[in-house]
């Protein structure tokens, strides 16, 4: 297959940051995607409907003129989260989901859950209300290791949560393990998964290997070959309850290349040319679309894009840039490590 067109996709999981950062990665997402799901972990995070509001005219102004680009928010759980707050931003369609941290699991986590009993309130108002929970599902216990942190997430939080509150519609982001994968296969109903495009390319041998290797440094961490496996085996399987959520988290090259690097890959100048490279090698290509398009949307409630992006093979490989300039620094882009041949051409109509 030579070239192929597919609804225009949406990220579910993005980090935009604010300021000159945000000037400098926008186009990034806008030029090929329609809509995003906002991490809010700014510094300070957008933990209020008024926060959220601000920011996402903030996103809008840093639109590049002519795109079209909807930012969906979320709010940054706390303890002191007000139910009420919640409900009104979910009401008046600001708020598409509220994401939970638990404390000091990743950047600017700090200020995050943890003691899961004091946000249940926000949780049985969102259950009732149908708003649906983004999760980083990562314990930060110093004795778990890290590599498990996912694993005993599942088991010793969120398991008990979904017991506790079945109709709350949790979004497990950035599965990262064979666990994960199953986890969510097994549930009857109110639960699916994110996956990066990072994590469908490498372990975490990448990393590790030859050096360590801070530009593949993200959490929850890369794990083993066997679950990148189930992770790919999942996101070409057509199953609607996996979609793309890139999790494309800008650093400035300083802060990832130092002896306490930050987490975070920044994949959404090539995050399309990656995943058509891995659904053709799974000879799945025909499901892409159900992937980056389809399967979100449709967890999310809301409906599918109208405009068609038309991805080409080319016989010569795509050059990225390895590392973008932006008025807050350069930020290395993610390298798959193989040469890239397909490419976003031309969206198929204009818009
Ligand atoms: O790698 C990551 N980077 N994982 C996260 O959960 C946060 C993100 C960031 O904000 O940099
Ligand atoms: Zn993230």
Redesign the pocket.
Known sequence: MQSITIRRPDDWHL?LRDGAMLEGVIADTSRTFARAII?P?LVPPVVTTTDAKAYRERILKALPLGHRFQPLMTLYLTEHTSPDDVEEGARSGLITAVKL?PAG?????HGGVRDMEKAMPVLERMAEIGLPLCV?GEVTTPDVDIFDREAVFIDTVLDPLRKRLPELKVTM??VTTADGIDYIKAAKSNLAGSITTHHLIINRNAILVGGIRPHY????VAKRENHRLALRTAAVSGDARFFLGT?S???VDPLKECACG????YTSINTMSCLAHVFEQEGALDRLEAFASLNGPAWYGLPPNEERITLSRQAEPVVFPARIETGAGPVTVFDPMFPLHWQVMQRAQAF
């Open positions: 980090h991490m972990n941290y699991a990743t950047t600017n986590s980083h982001e950035h440094y993200c959490l929850p999790d988290a800008p650093h930050c987490a975070g890959i």
